[in-house]
């Protein structure tokens, strides 16, 4: 989180000062209770999805003739209508929601990011054209764009990925650009431009690594959305296909047939998206207040 | 003023034109024609009626030519054809129409009495334990799937309070008590996720102008605390409030798609998924058309209350 | 009165008595009036039968349709003498069943006040076979190979009708009996008939909303006097299951079942255990279907492996959940009449120790020269629907069980039949429900060389041969043991392995009477004539 010291001008009121990683980390813990249980989570999420393998009691796609079994030993969270221990699929499931949550967000927001930067960057013409069409991107909500995109495309993990993520863009790139128009001002970035610093380098090297800050809070903030998006894709049958588990598409098929004798179908996997959602999103939160103080209070 | 209007008119058609362009093109991305898809039922096809149909269609001509056609009968109000069931669009969502717009109503009614009280009440407790409980329960509605949050709700209700609506709409004008029966359950579980956005809008806006000079001296002046900040804090903080509406109707059409879908009701949103899988083309592309007209007229709308609520605005310069 | 008086008319009181105690109560008389709220497998995809191959159209359509014969509902096992008049009064074969001729009621009416003739008739199935003269074309035609041993029809006078056909084939009888072969009218263009209905059933088509519900209203005119007893049907779709079976817990649905396995039924019983729940075979089959003409199934012993690997056993118990039941190419009997017998069922690959069958589908493998260090890549398709994809799942399980690299590759509807009957596919998981239980239907759709549905490509000249000839036999016994032969070589070459015949449910309440279901046929029996409710 440390980020260079501008000592000229407005800049410097918005950029936080250089601490020692672990003091800034006790301090992000104390001050922000919610934020840390969230990255708490969001740490759990991805253990989880790292060690899937070595969590898991069972083979996640392994069918077997103890069908619909109620939660209890061997099965931690019972079984579904195949046999297939729902605990394992859980825990796997979270591969799948964090490998797509964060190809797409990463996807979405450098994508938008950089069309931001330039945009925003260069002005004139170029900003106006960016933005009407990051206008008519957005003017469809998330879930009919990515639906249409996931239908028209097809059920699988790269088509996914990409349809997830192209919502993210209008929005990523609209952030970054509020964030470089605020620096573009800067005497900073004017001195450098007189002293006739190229355009390119000013870009990357001056006014690029102070739009991280936005940058973390966005794709925290997308993460948790790309998730919920997926979920739905794969509920609607268009998300990624078997034999990989998805939450979301758990919740569809099994949940639904037997949601009367088997209500841990339905719990389970819902309560895993929530979580990691939540978790995400109070990180989000709280990284927000911390990294740019503009929007505190919110 | 006018100025502002223009302007925002303007964006508005250009926006629209675009979308039309997107959603056109997005649409042919699929994997076969119109024409496959209306054969895949039986397996059976005579090549030489494909032929015809892809001529009676229009399917043979250049993209460009498909496209300002297509545009030329959305001008006329012309819904196109739904080739799944052989009938003009229109007729299949005329009567859907209702149903959506009555959910979306209530859902962005129970949005708006959740999130405003709510928002309102966590900025004047900021940071004490009632802000944090708002706070968290506004961000786990966020957090859950709407379809989940709808099945959940589902199985709660219908197993132990045994909630049993009318499986076919019942128009409000037929049996009001019974037509509410069956939305209010719905509409509070779209609407409790979307008044979560309304509530943090709420919340920041009210916290910016409770700081205001002019608040604090109304309070130093002895007028009581809820009086203030009902009547002062809320009224100018209601503009961020309106514009978030604006926003809302995206997030909120989304949610519609997945409780339709769900709670089982004939609405609009449930009928794109519908088509969707059914590989309707013709009725998805005029469906998304509509939602984007939609969402880009309640945006218009949005701007056009904020240049007639806003001072600033109002007295622009040309 | 003498002691013998008394005693006679002591016994006689008590003879009176007895047997009015154990004689069954005389059958309630029916009432009259009520509607069916019943609840369809999905929402049609349109309302004419001889344009689609789905069960959705044709149980939603029955009520407004009449065929020239039909199945009786009373009677649970259809076969040649279940066959009832309808439109027709009489039949009669001529000519060692090379001609067969139709004496039509004359008091039968379209729902538009219009009287029915043999025109109708001609005009109906001129047009599903495809002949040259027809006055009206399908443009979707899936049972067209029905009738294309129909060299020409003629109506000799308005009430008359004769089939003449090319060779002998009795079956045609049961073909025109099933609920794909309503009588369409020939007043009526044919583009109307998918969103609109008109008949001469025993109810009229009041609304249809697509995707929500289909509604029908008693016919007053119907030709059969005192019916129906329902002032009308509607068929309501609701897409989630748990919804399905609450509404029906609640009363709000008469019946439902359509597309049900035992757990949905044993749950609303559960609910509700007023709930009386049917449950019967069906000709229904998941069959796996084998492209013979990609790699690396053109090698036999590849195609008997994948058919070894699928532990039958476990297939009832998972995707089945213990209802289902095993057979060859034609429905098992006793439900089905033509099914092999229950002893040479299970010696069918796949029916027995599952673990030597599959250690047995590892070694032809590794003949063909697949092992771990070469394992077999597979896709298993199916389509995008969650009875599908369920058992397809479990497929793929079975098949990695025997180091066989299978995923599953899911394909949207829209997709589906093109793509089969390209045959771009290696193995695909396929429900298959036929409408007569008759080889005639079941062969020729789905084994003859040519055959639009015969997905798996597969050919034979002599199976085609066997299979005309078993449609001219007229003796049944022997032509039941043609029928066998030919389901034996069928299965030894694993043409389409069977994993088993489905079970269906109807689950309704008590007040609705004589809802009819058959053991062999889930298609001849939504007409609802002799339905009542008892309210």
Excluded at chain 1, 154 to 177: D, E, F, L, Q, Y
Excluded at chain 1, 205 to 217: D, E, K, Q, Y
Excluded at chain 2, 296 to 307: E, H, Q, R, S
């Amino acid at each position: 989180m440390a980020v260079r010291t501008l000592d000229v001008g407005a800049a410097s009121q918005i950029l936080p000062v250089e601490r020692p990683r672990g003091a800034a980390l006790a301090r992000f813990v104390r001050k922000k209770p919610l934020g840390a249980a969230g990255g708490f989570l969001v740490v759990v999420l991805v253990a989880t999805a790292i060690l899937a393998n070595v969590l898991s009691t069972h083979n996640p796609v392994r069918t077997s003739n103890d069908i619909l079994v109620a939660p209890g030993a061997p099965h931690w969270l019972g079984t579904d209508n195949l046999g297939r221990d729902l605990y394992s699929r859980v825990v796997h499931g979270s591969r799948i929601s964090l490998l797509v949550g964060l190809a797409s967000t990463l996807v979405g927001t450098i994508l938008g990011g950089l069309i931001g930067l330039i945009s925003g960057y260069a002005g004139g013409k170029t900003d106006l054209l960016a933005q009407r069409a990051m206008d008519i991107m957005q003017a469809l909500p998330i879930l009919v764009l990515a639906l249409v995109l996931a239908a028209a495309l097809g059920p699988s993990m790269t088509n996914a990925i990409v349809a997830i993520s192209i919502p993210i863009v209008p929005r990523a790139a609209r952030i970054i650009r509020a964030s470089v128009l605020a620096i573009r001002e800067t005497t900073y970035v004017e001195a450098a431009r007189a002293l006739g610093v190229r355009h390119m380098r000013v870009a990357l090297r001056h006014i690029l690594p102070n739009t991280m800050g936005p940058f973390i809070v966005l794709a925290t903030a997308q993460l948790g959305g790309s998730i919920l998006v997926e979920a739905a894709l794969s509920f609607l049958g268009l998300g990624i296909p078997e034999p990989y588990p998805s939450w979301g598409r758990m919740l569809s098929i099994a949940a639904a047939e037997y949601a009367e004798k088997a209500p841990w179908l339905v719990i389970w996997p819902g309560l895993a998206i929530s979580l990691a959602v939540f978790g995400t999103n109070l990180l989000g939160d709280a990284l927000r207040d911390t990294l740019d103080p503009r929007l505190r209070g919110s | 003023m006018r100025a502002y209007i223009t302007k925002r008119l303007l964006i508005a058609v250009v926006t629209l034109v675009g979308m039309s362009m997107v959603i056109f093109f997005l649409m042919r991305l699929a994997p076969g024609n119109i024409v496959d898809i209306l054969f895949e039922s039986a397996g059976y096809v005579d090549q030489a009626d494909k032929k015809t149909l892809e001529r009676e269609l229009g399917v043979d001509r250049p993209l460009v030519v498909q496209y300002a056609r297509w545009l030329g009968e959305l001008a006329h109000g012309d819904l196109g054809k739904s080739y799944r069931y052989d009938m003009p669009a229109w007729r299949i969502i005329k009567p859907r129409l209702p149903v959506t717009l009555e959910l979306a109503s209530l859902a962005l009614l129970f949005s708006i009495l959740l999130g405003v009280p709510f928002g309102v009440l966590s900025a004047v407790h900021q940071d004490r334990p009632l802000d944090y409980v708002l706070r968290v329960l506004s961000l786990a509605g966020l957090s859950m799937p709407a379809f989940w949050l709808g099945m959940v709700v589902i199985l709660v209700f219908v197993r132990s309070l045994g909630w049993m609506p009318s499986v076919t709409y019942v128009s409000p004008f037929v049996d009001l008590p019974a037509n509410l029966w069956q939305f209010v359950v719905p509409a509070l579980a779209v609407g409790y996720r979307s008044s979560a956005l309304i509530m943090r809008i709420t919340r920041s806006a009210m916290l910016e102008v409770l700081r205001e000079d002019y608040i604090r001296t109304a309070w130093a002046k002895g007028q009581r605390r809820t009086l203030v900040v009902w009547r002062h804090a809320l009224k100018n903080a209601s503009l961020p409030v309106i514009t978030v509406i604006g926003i809302e109707f995206a997030f909120l059409i989304g949610g519609l798609v997945v409780t339709e879908t769900v709670f089982n009701l004939p609405g609009v949103a449930r009928y794109l998924v519908d088509a969707i899988q059914l590989r309707d083309y013709p009725v998805v592309q005029n469906l998304t058309m509509l939602i984007a007209i939609v969402v880009v007229l309640a945006n218009l709308a949005v701007d056009l209350l904020y240049a007639w609520a806003d001072p600033r605005i109002k007295y622009e310069k040309a | 009165m003498t002691p013998l008086r008394r005693c006679v008319r002591f016994a006689s009181l008590a003879l009176v008595l007895v047997l009015a105690l154990t004689l069954p109560a005389p059958a309630q008389a029916p009432k009259h009036g009520g509607v069916l709220t019943i609840h369809p497998l999905t929402a049609p995809p349109s309302l004419s039968p001889h344009e689609e191959s789905t069960i959705a159209t044709v149980q939603q359509v029955s009520a407004c349709y009449s065929s020239l014969v039909y199945f009786d509902p009373a009677k649970k096992q259809e076969s040649p003498d279940t066959i009832i008049p309808e439109l027709a009064e009489k039949w009669s074969w001529q000519d060692n069943y090379r001609n067969l001729v139709f004496l039509l009621r004359k008091d039968v009416k379209w729902h538009d006040g219009k009287p029915l003739t043999s025109k109708d008739v001609k005009h109906t199935f001129d047009m599903v076979r495809g002949a040259a003269d027809a006055d009206a074309k399908l443009r979707i035609n899936p049972r067209k190979l029905w009738y294309e041993n129909v060299e020409a029809i003629e109506a000799p006078d308005p009430h008359t009708v004769v089939f003449r056909l090319k060779r002998p084939q009795p079956s045609l009888l049961l073909l025109l009996a099933s609920g794909y072969s309503p009588i369409y009218p020939a007043h009526v263009p044919l583009a109307d008939l998918k969103t609109t209905c008109v008949g001469t059933g025993p109810y009229k088509l009041k609304e249809y909303r697509p995707g929500e519900f289909v509604e029908y209203v008693r016919n007053p005119d119907y030709f059969i006097k005192g019916r129906p007893y329902l002032d009308g049907v509607k068929w309501v779709y609701i897409k989630d299951r748990s919804t399905q079976i609450a509404a029906l817990q609640a009363g709000q649905l008469d019946v439902a079942g359509s597309g049900w396995n035992r757990a949905n039924a044993e749950t609303a019983k559960k609910g509700k255990p007023e709930l009386v729940v049917v449950e019967n075979d069906s000709n229904v089959n998941d069959n796996v279907l084998v492209n013979a003409k990609r790699a690396p199934l053109t090698d036999p012993r590849v195609r008997r492996a994948v058919n070894l690997a699928l532990d039958r056993k476990a297939y009832l118990v998972g995707p089945r959940l213990g209802a289902a039941t095993f057979g060859g190419a034609m429905q098992p009997r006793p439900s089905g009449v033509w099914g092999l017998p229950a002893a040479e069922v299970a010696t069918l690959p796949g029916m027995g120790d599952p673990a030597k069958q599959k250690a047995e589908a590892k070694k032809l493998l590794a003949e063909a020269g697949f092992g771990p260090n070469n394992p077999m890549k597979l896709t298993v398709s199916t389509r995008a629907l969650a009875i599908y994809v369920d058992t397809a799942s479990w497929m793929v399980d079975q098949l990695r069980q025997v180091g066989i690299d299978a995923v599953l590759e899911q394909i949207e509807t829209g997709v589906w039949h093109p793509k089969m009957t390209r045959l771009d596919f290696q193995v695909a998981l396929n429900l298959t429900g036929t409408a007569v239980d008759d080889p005639d239907a079941m062969f020729f759709e789905n084994y003859r060389c040519g055959s639009q549905r015969n997905f798996s490509g597969y050919c034979s000249e002599e199976i085609d041969r066997l299979m005309v000839e078993q449609s001219q036999t007229l003796d049944r016994a022997k032509r039941l043991k043609l029928v066998n032969e030919i389901d034996r070589k069928l299965q030894a070459e694993g043409a389409r392995p069977i994993l088993g015949w489905a079970k269906q449910y109807a689950v309704y309440w008590p007040r609705v009477k004589a809802f009819p279901q058959h053991e062999n046929s889930i298609f001849n029996t939504s007409r609802f004539q002799d339905v009542w409710l008892d309210k």
